[in-house]
């Protein structure tokens, strides 16, 4: 039998999804064994999954990669406030970096499941993880510069 929730195969007769934990989800009252038949709403909707968390992704990411390149001219001048804009980039880019992984393993579930891919929810997960990315490098540069310029101030 096959689950109308998750779409995987189960053989267990008491009608519990291994995958979903749900009871009420495994087609119990038809034991044919084929896969659910989706419908176009079902369909578009496998499309769109994931896809506000992706994109939550890509704003965090973006937001990290503009502050740690203000970050960059603030190290030289302010080093002080540059360590706590660093801090603010290092939060940021990790719920960044989470988010757009977690849009990577939807688009390979969907895969394996035999559903619509979510592509768009993949590009813009990877755009995410990819300014989360230059945030970090940035990142490095302003906290290398900004040591350079608390030692400098202290001599």
Sequence with gaps: MYCKKCGKFTD??????????????????????????????????????????????????????????????????IPVLSLIFMVAVIVLGILSLTKGIKSIKIFIKNGKEKRARPIATLIVGIGGIVFSGFAFLFTLISFFIAIIMLSYLQI
């Design 12 to 77: 267990n007769q008491d009608g519990l999804c291994e995958d979903c934990k749900t009871k009420e989800s495994v087609n119990t009252t038809n034991n044919v064994d084929t896969p659910p038949v989706y419908t176009e709403e079902e369909k578009s909707a496998d499309r769109r999954l994931g896809l506000g968390g992706a994109i939550a992704s890509a704003i965090m990411g973006f937001v990290a990669f503009i502050i740690s390149y203000i970050s960059i001219f603030l190290s030289a001048l």
